[in-house]
């Protein structure tokens, strides 16, 4: 009994937990290019980033700049040997800083799955 006692009060102090996902991350890494989108002038270039994660509905991205939550990019995932897997356009979920001055950003995509 007061095993059960104890569990409950560790859990009464633990911090609210996320909602569930709807499908499992895959831990890979893959280089992202990606812009904002639309593209509304010519002089636009393209960003370079890494996957930190990937499942069917979306990534998490490693990138120099932060982007905008709910702000739009058009994004092309590449395969090892550097060529495309797929081009998607993806909405920014979140965006926040890292310890070394780069930005994790999580993108939804709205138009094609990630993965296979």
């Known amino acids: ?33 990606y812009t904002r989108f639309p593209r509304v002038g010519s002089g636009t270039r ?13 990534m998490c991205i490693g990138a120099d700049e932060p982007e905008p939550p709910d702000s739009l990019l058009r994004v092309t995932l590449r395969n090892v040997d550097g060529g495309q897997r797929a081009v998607a356009v993806d909405r920014v979920v979140w965006c926040c800083p890292t310890r070394d001055g780069r930005w994790w950003i999580g993108l939804e995509s709205l138009t094609e799955t990630h993965l296979s």
């Open 1 to 33: 009994m007061a095993g059960a006692v104890n569990r409950l009060t560790a859990a009464s102090r633990a911090p609210a937990q996320t909602p569930a996902r709807r499908e499992p991350r895959n831990a890979v890494v893959r280089i992202v290019e």
């Open 46 to 58: 393209k960003r370079l980033a890494f996957t930190r994660d990937l499942s069917v509905s979306g």
